[in-house]
């Protein structure tokens, strides 16, 4: 018999015990993995959707919504003059809800700017002209739109007909509905506005000159602000908050798990009060006796983060089809995220075992004699 | 009853012995000498109450005493660098409950003494092994022990009292729970394992029976020993 087998047999004294402590520890788990490996997905995404279209920088108006502030389309204007800087593209993007799905990027492009370009067509064809009220749905979209080329659409209070099929070559892309500009402003009463411009460099621009155009940028254009396209989304106050909620959110969660791991380890070490004096009274150390109570919190930390892992890759699983947020979720369920889980279980094993093996350690050996 | 050794090398020496509780207002043990020799069987008598398990507390380092010398082979126990190595390694405690970890199997039992020593893993399941051998045992090794009788859960508490081989065995009315068939074998059993073995045992019971086979006796009576049926020697160069 090894010092494991003793700690495997305390946990299994209570197995029912045991086990409801297993899915306190490991809901919390999950609840990380699951909305830290989303809004790392989101972010991810959305970083890729940008690098899909070629875009290097964005000059947007990030405040606390999830979608940007609109400004004046004519700043474009100012932005294109500036040195280091090969092309522009217009966008006016908006979260709303199209027919079955109640969160759909609808993403407007300036017809014929650089943002179309990355779009493959599946099926039916692009718009035909700027004007034209017509829709072309990423592969995701459609999908869950259930939508094929000809079907109407109906966007905001208008019905435009969807044109075509694309690939976006990233889930932001393919989850979009994709219009030309002048038609959303039309539909959404934002005549003269974007809320976005994607800015390309000329080929050999360093990161340094990239940052020093973002600083002439927001110098000229104080309505908006400039960032490399891959910080754009992580300076997005919005975003901030969903992630900061996303942690608290987990970290609330971890923390009950907490206090399920100490109210079981205590109540462990108070039903085997005497059982652990008697081991003092056959010559075991209080350091062993400390090791034993920690290693069995740190294995139920171990294996809630296992089982949470699970849980969460199953509940991003199930979040994934359902139809009111189905096409718009690419979570990052990564390796690292898994054992980053993991290790946050095991410590806060460890540290919910602190206090009941320190209770553990002041017990005396001679209350063996009094039972 | 047998003569004592009285010319064996002391195991124990107490001078003076005292234990109180509760800020003195429990006074235990009330100024206890004795001497205790190698290879020595005593059987401590008293009522409830007089002070016999507190005494066998202070023998196996369970406890402190409030004031007096308590000595292990000439050495102050009040000094030891590790009681629980001393507890490990010297002592071999058998009690009146067993008090056997009801999850581990009668040999998981037997081999938890063991952790505290250099000895492999295998090693101590041999050893234990061979100690429920010892003991009768040996078809009952893998049961828990709830699905053992009192005589056979007292069975495993002895083999895991000598499970380190120690020199001394402190036995707490070991037959108290046991009906009078059971007691006797395993009192025979305590016996020959003590003197196959030269090991001193303190034994502590009610039962004038028992203490009969004891080569002495100290009798106790409110914290103190008011007779020795073969006293010890006096005891000189004690501080």
């Avoid at chain 1, 029912?16 to 909305?35: C, E, H, N, Q």
């Avoid at chain 2, 101590?124 to 092994?129: G, H, N, P, S, T």
Wanted: hydrophobic share 45%.
């Amino acid at each position: 018999m090894t010092f494991s087998t003793v700690i495997v047999r305390g946990l299994m004294r209570r197995p029912v015990r045991t086990g409801l402590t297993l899915v306190g520890i490991s809901i919390g788990i999950a609840a990380v993995v699951a909305l830290v490996g989303i809004s790392r997905g989101f972010q991810k995404s959305w970083e890729k959707g940008l690098k899909a279209r070629g875009t290097d920088l964005v000059v947007s108006n990030m405040g606390s919504a999830l979608t940007p502030k609109p400004f004046a389309e004519s700043v474009r204007d100012q932005v294109a003059k500036l040195p280091h800087v090969a092309a522009t593209c217009t966008l006016l993007v908006e979260l709303t809800s199209i027919e079955s799905s109640q969160m759909m990027i609808l993403s407007s492009r300036e017809w014929g700017g650089f943002a179309w370009e990355n779009l493959k067509l599946v099926s039916g064809r692009m718009p035909r002209d700027a004007k034209e009220p017509a829709v072309v749905l990423g592969q995701t979209a459609a999908d869950v739109l259930k939508k094929k080329v000809g079907d109407p659409i109906q966007i905001e209070t208008s019905e435009l007909t969807v044109v075509g099929i694309v690939n976006g070559g990233a889930l932001v892309e393919d989850g979009s509905a994709i219009m030309s500009l002048p038609v959303l402003q039309e539909l959404a009463g934002e005549q003269g506005k974007v809320n976005a411009i994607d800015v390309r460099c000329t080929p050999g621009t360093s990161e340094e000159q990239m940052h020093k155009l973002c600083e002439q940028m927001n110098a000229l254009v104080p309505e908006a602000r400039a960032m490399i396209a891959s910080e754009n989304l992580s300076n997005s106050q919005g975003y901030r908050i969903v992630k900061a909620m996303s942690w608290g959110t987990s970290l609330l969660a971890v923390l009950v798990g907490v206090l399920g791991v100490m109210n079981t380890m205590l109540m462990t070490v108070f039903e085997r009060t005497h059982e652990i004096c008697v081991l003092l009274a056959l010559g075991w150390k209080r350091g062993r006796i400390v090791r034993m109570v920690l290693c069995e919190s740190a294995l139920l930390g171990f294996l809630g983060g296992v089982a949470g892992v699970a849980i969460g890759i199953a509940g991003v699983k199930v979040l994934q089809n359902t139809p009111a947020i189905r096409g718009l979720l690419e979570p990052d369920l990564s390796l690292g995220l898994f054992l980053v889980s993991v290790v946050i279980a095991v410590v806060v094993g460890v540290v919910s075992g602190l206090y009941p093996a320190w209770r553990s350690s002041r017990l005396t050996p001679s209350a063996a004699l009094q039972g | 009853m047998k003569p004592a050794p009285l010319n064996a090398a002391p195991v124990f020496e107490a001078v003076g012995l005292k234990k109180e509780f509760d800020d003195g207002q429990v006074r235990a043990l009330r100024g206890v000498d004795f001497r205790i020799a190698d290879g020595e069987f005593i059987a401590v008598i008293g009522p409830s109450g007089c002070g016999k398990s507190t005494l066998l507390q202070m023998l196996g380092a369970l406890d402190h005493p409030s004031a007096g010398t308590l000595r292990y082979r000439g050495k102050s126990m009040a000094e030891l660098p590790d009681p629980a190595a001393y507890r490990a390694r010297e002592i071999g405690f058998i009690f009146q409950a067993f008090h056997l970890l009801p999850t581990f199997t009668a040999i998981e039992n037997v081999q938890m003494p063991m952790f505290e020593t250099e000895r492999p893993v295998h090693g101590r399941k041999d050893r234990a092994l061979e100690l429920l051998k010892a003991v009768g045992l040996e078809h009952r090794v893998n049961h828990f022990p709830a699905k053992l009788s009192g005589g056979e859960r007292q069975r495993v508490a002895i083999a895991r009292s000598l499970a380190n081989a120690p020199s001394v065995l402190l036995a707490d009315e070991p037959t108290g729970n046991l009906d009078s068939e059971n007691a006797r074998l395993i009192l025979d059993l305590i016996v020959r394992v003590q003197r196959e073995q030269n090991m001193t045992l303190v034994l502590v019971t009610h039962d004038m029976a028992i203490a009969a086979r004891a080569s002495r006796a100290l009798q106790m009576k409110d914290g103190q020993i008011v007779s020795a049926s073969e006293p010890a020697p006096p005891i000189s160069g004690v501080t």
